[in-house]
């Protein structure tokens, strides 16, 4: 006997452009309490909305990446309700004809790829924003009423929390490298609920979709699933069904909440805004925003493997953030090494990234940097230990790596009678190791090796040392 | 001499002249206010420190050889469902008693820009819904002309105060006939311009797709030069038309003593209008109108239109539903009426649209929330904008072959406060021959042609879209044949 969960997820995401989706105020986040706001999106009598070319353009770009079909012939609707963070009393979206129809996306599980399915991509402006006071107040901020949106609306075609989470993780790079919208969740620029259920593989018997709400992180999101997954099995294994309800997630109590029972679904009365005119988008138009693209993270890493000859995994890692890939193909504009350049930056580059949380474009470290600083490595300049002490100064200070070297005085000693007068004190110094060596402890050696790098402060070149050690002892002991 | 009794174009004339100083016209047309208007009652809220300082600043203007703008120093009224800033726009409403606009709309701003005065706002159904004006929350307006009788509506504030004096032209809206029946009650000149040639922004939406704003003036010239200054296409209103121009308006307006110009002008007389019921005296004034314009040398034809009688039920679904929606708004929250009484925000919602919205206005949500709900919305909605097409089809085949089409404006006379108010149908078929020209997006106008009992009638005169040089040349050569008593 089994259980298959059936998930579904309807994303809102704030496009970034620079005005409201149908007025000339900002679109930036934050500011005092409504002050972005002017007769239009505070839905003042007689003022008009005028559709915001930009954000159409945003999400034709988000249709194209994700293999949607454009509708070239559409509409804004009116979704009908009362809430007091909506000016209008209806919030102008998109019924029967979304911008964009039904398309795709890929995500790699352990099985190998999966498609997973959209049902549609279409605009919407957002609302104010409510806040509870402690005294029972409720204040309102229409700063956000108006913002541009796109709501993404996938098939059920997810079947674990993980899946979801990688279908997450792909949506929100993907909007991310084509640039059209910040997608920070903390920020509420992402926003994402999920419709849940689970089938009894054996019956067929299915439990009754949860929809959940309110969840602010990725992880909160996976939480949330894995909750209500187990929920719905238990469920089904009493012998019972769930309700057909919206819960929301508390982070806090680590559950999910009823917050209403879903009976008829809510009728909006939709309606086309006679306001704005029917949308005709031409051809030509998609064709240019299909030709400005910019490469989508599939193809960069397919591109990737090609030109640079790099694994899949390695290829794969570079090419997760936009920013992260366009420093490696710098770098190796200067440098023409790829596999160094890549062992370089998928290891100590990222690891102190993720040390430090932030991304490469927020740190001193430029393509030229690094391009030098391997280029002294490979000439042999410093050595390998050397390299990874001024990356961390490079990150530190933001000081170019000749410099470091020289005002450190860290160019490797590769000079032979130098190298070999530090090699025989050290023999002189050692000679039980010597003996350990000869008496096959190869640790010794290493030992040896260490003593020369440290009386040499780290400088000596190594893999001379080694060679001059074992020719020493061969030759007088 | 009596200056209130002039046209705008003469009125214009004399302050170019400077035989009157602008302060001295406005304070005419204040005093003129003062003596009647507690009676008619056309003003909801009067402009009079701003007005009188606006007109000393042009006279100052003048003083300096400066010349003023198309509508230099002219006293003007505005519907009180168009916004004006920083002062009181009503709709009619107790809702808006007291909501003062942050700005302009775009016609307001072009009056402004051309020098014109604005002397205040003007009584008008609630929220623009209604024949008569009787469902202002500000009290009814008499109609100058018999002030036992309404004087039409929903703009009857705007064609009162023209016909009155208290204003030489005036703005009113119209969604289905709410300029031109106004006027036709009050015997002045109104003209409904074609969907988009006009900015809407500002205006108060009542029905979206169908509204437009409307002209009112003494006579022909005065409304059409009126209308001229006020076109062009906004980049706030999304329906107003990249093609819209006011130039083709004056350029019909300059031949206006020439009564030749509709020699050879093909006019239909759709037949669906006429075979319905119409006051007796109407029918024998629109008749002798339409001979006058034969006798000038326009070519009359009948003609059959036969989804014209669908007009007044899909356009009663086409507004209810719009309504619903634009309606929405007025909820307590950000501004408007608020009730004292309530303890949850659904019961502010309610409690507060419950008190400070009217019967009328209530009635129209009500039906059009039922005509957009699920169940009802394709049998209702989708329905009406289906016939709605049908019916514009019929005007685009008439207008293949005709340069305008004829019929009275409205098919009863003026008739007296609350005769109607008990049913409601009986006052929607007040907009009978109005309402398919809104379905349409066409211009129309409607001019005095003569009396019955002593109360006006009024002929429509229909154009194409944008060709409202038609009906301005034809209206001048009635408005001409009726003065020269051909
Ligand atoms: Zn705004």
């Known amino acids: 006997m089994g259980y298959k969960t059936v998930i579904g997820l309807e994303i809102h995401a704030e496009l970034s452009t620079e005005t409201k989706m149908f007025c000339s105020c900002t679109n930036a986040f934050g500011g005092e309490a409504n002050t972005h706001c002017c007769p239009v999106c505070m839905g003042l009598p007689g ?64 099985e190998g790829t999966k498609r997973v399915n959209l049902q549609r991509i279409h605009i919407e402006e957002d609302t104010g924003k409510l806040t509870h006071t402690m005294d029972g107040d409720t204040l309102i901020d229409y700063n956000r009423a108006g913002v541009p949106l796109i709501e993404i609306v996938t098939k059920p075609d997810m079947n674990t929390p993980e899946e979801a989470r990688l279908f997450l993780e792909k949506l929100r790079a993907t909007l991310k490298y084509i640039e059209v919208s910040d997608v920070k969740m903390e920020e509420g620029s992402l926003r994402c609920d999920v419709n849940i259920n689970v089938v009894d593989t054996e019956t067929g018997l299915k439990t009754n979709i949860t929809e959940i709400k309110n969840l602010n992180s990725f992880r909160g999101a996976v939480k949330a699933m894995e909750y209500e997954e187990k929920r719905h ?146 000439s042999e ?48 110094d050692n000679k039980q190791s010597i003996e350990d060596y000869k008496s096959g402890k190869d640790r010794a050696l290493g030992f040896l090796v260490g003593q020369v790098m440290k009386i040499s402060r780290g400088k000596a070149n190594p893999q001379l040392a080694n060679k001059m050690i074992l020719d020493i002892i061969k030759e007088k002991y | 001499m009596d200056i209130t009794k002039l046209t705008a174009i003469e009125t214009k004339e004399i302050i170019k002249k400077r035989e009157l100083s602008v302060k001295e016209l406005i304070g005419s047309y204040l005093d003129k206010i003062d003596s009647v208007d507690k009676e008619i009652n056309a003003f909801i809220t009067l402009n009079r420190e701003e007005a009188l300082k606006n007109a000393e600043k042009l006279d100052k203007k003048i003083k300096n050889g400066q010349s003023l703008g198309a509508l230099g120093g002219l006293p003007i009224g505005i519907k009180d469902n168009i916004v004006t800033k920083d002062l009181k726009t009503t709709c009619g409403s107790k809702m808006l008693e007291n909501f003062i606009p942050p700005y302009d709309g775009k016609v307001v701003e072009k009056i402004k820009k051309e020098d014109g005065i604005i002397l205040g706002k003007l009584n008008l159904d ?116 990249e093609s819209a121009k006011g130039e083709t308006i004056r350029e019909s307006i300059v031949n206006k003593n020439d009564i030749n110009t509709i020699k050879g002008m093909k006019v239909g007389l759709p037949k669906e209008f006429f075979q319905t019921e119409i006051d007796k005296g109407i029918s024998r004034e629109v008749n002798k109108a339409i001979k006058i314009l034969e006798s000038l040398g326009a070519e009359i034809e009948e003609i059959s239109m036969p989804y014209l009688e669908y007009s007044l039920a899909v356009y009663h679904v086409i507004v209810a539903a719009e309504i619903s929606s634009n309606l929405a708004r007025f909820d307590g929250i950000r501004y408007g009426h608020r009730s004292e009484d309530y303890n949850t925000l659904d019961e502010l919602y309610i409690n507060s649209r419950t ?64 005769e ?28 005095p042609c003569g009396y019955e009992n002593g109360l006006p009638v009024g002929l429509q005169i229909i154009g194409d879209r944008f060709k409202e040089a038609n009906i301005i040349k034809a209206g001048l050569a009635l408005e001409g044949g009726l003065k020269n008593g051909i």
């Open chain 1, 233 to 378: 099995i238990d469920t089904l294994k009493q012998g019972q069904n769930t309700l057909k309800e919206t819960r929301r997630w508390d982070e806090v109590k680590g559950e999910t909440i009823s917050m209403r029972e879903k009976g008829d679904t809510a009728d909006y009365r939709f309606a086309a805004d006679g306001d704005l005119a029917a949308i005709e988008i031409p051809e030509e138009w998609v064709n240019e925003i299909r030709n400005s693209m910019p490469e989508l993270p599939h193809h960069k890493k397919e591109r990737f493997v090609k030109e640079y000859a790099l694994s899949e995994y390695d290829a794969g890692v570079l090419t997760a953030s936009k920013a992260l890939a366009m420093f490696f193909e710098d770098t190796v504009k200067l440098l023409d090494d790829p596999k160094l350049v890549s062992n370089w930056v998928m290891g100590d580059v990222l690891r102190r990234l993720k040390d430090d949380d932030v991304e490469i474009e927020d740190t001193k470290l430029s393509p030229k940097d690094l391009s030098q600083l391997i280029a002294l490595v490979k």
């Open chain 2, 126 to 241: 609630e929220f623009a819904m209604g024949s008569s004006t009787e469902t202002s929350y500000f009290g009814e307006t008499k109609n100058p002309i018999n002030m036992e009788m309404v004087p039409g509506g929903s703009s009857g504030g705007s064609a009162a105060a023209v016909k009155a004096g208290e204003v030489l032209l005036s703005l009113g809206t119209d969604t289905g006939g709410s300029t031109r029946q106004p006027a036709a009650f009050c015997d002045v000149v109104g003209i409904k311009p074609s969907y988009g040639l006009v900015s809407r922004y500002g205006i108060v939406s009542l029905a979206n797709t169908l509204d437009t704003v409307g002209v009112l003036g003494k006579d022909v010239e005065d409304a059409a030069f009126f209308l001229s200054t006020l076109t062009g296409f906004d980049p706030l209103d999304s329906t107003s038309s």
């Open chain 1, 381 to 428: 300049k410093i050595n390998n230990n050397t390299g990874k002490k001024v990356l961390k100064e490079i990150f530190d200070t933001g000081k170019d790596p000749e410099t470091i070297v020289k005002e450190k005085g860290l160019i490797q000693i590769s000079d032979e009678s130098q190298v070999r007068e530090i090699v025989e004190k050290v023999l002189e």
């Open chain 2, 355 to 418: 008190e400070a919205l009217g019967e009328e206005v209530k009635r129209r949500i009500m039906f059009g929330t039922y005509y957009l709900s699920k169940s009802n919305a394709n049998s209702h909605y989708e329905r009406a904008l289906k016939i709605r097409r049908l019916i514009k089809e019929d005007f685009d085949r008439a207008f293949g072959k005709y340069d305008i089409l004829l019929s009275p404006t409205s098919p009863i006379l003026p008739f007296k406060f609350g």
């Open chain 2, 420 to 447: 109607k108010m008990t049913n409601p149908l009986s006052m929607y078929k007040a907009d009978l021959f109005t309402v398919p020209v809104n379905l349409g997006g066409l211009c129309a106008m409607s001019i």
């Open chain 1, 47 to 110: 003022a008009l909305p005028v559709l915001n070319k930009k954000a159409v353009e945003y999400a034709i770009k988000a249709g194209i990446a994700f293999n949607t079909k454009i509708n070239t012939k559409t509409r804004m609707d009116r979704k009908n309700y009362f809430y007091a963070d909506l000016v209008k009393g209806y919030q102008i979206s998109q019924d029967t004809i979304p911008l964009c129809g039904e398309g795709y996306t890929e995500i790699e599980i352990e």
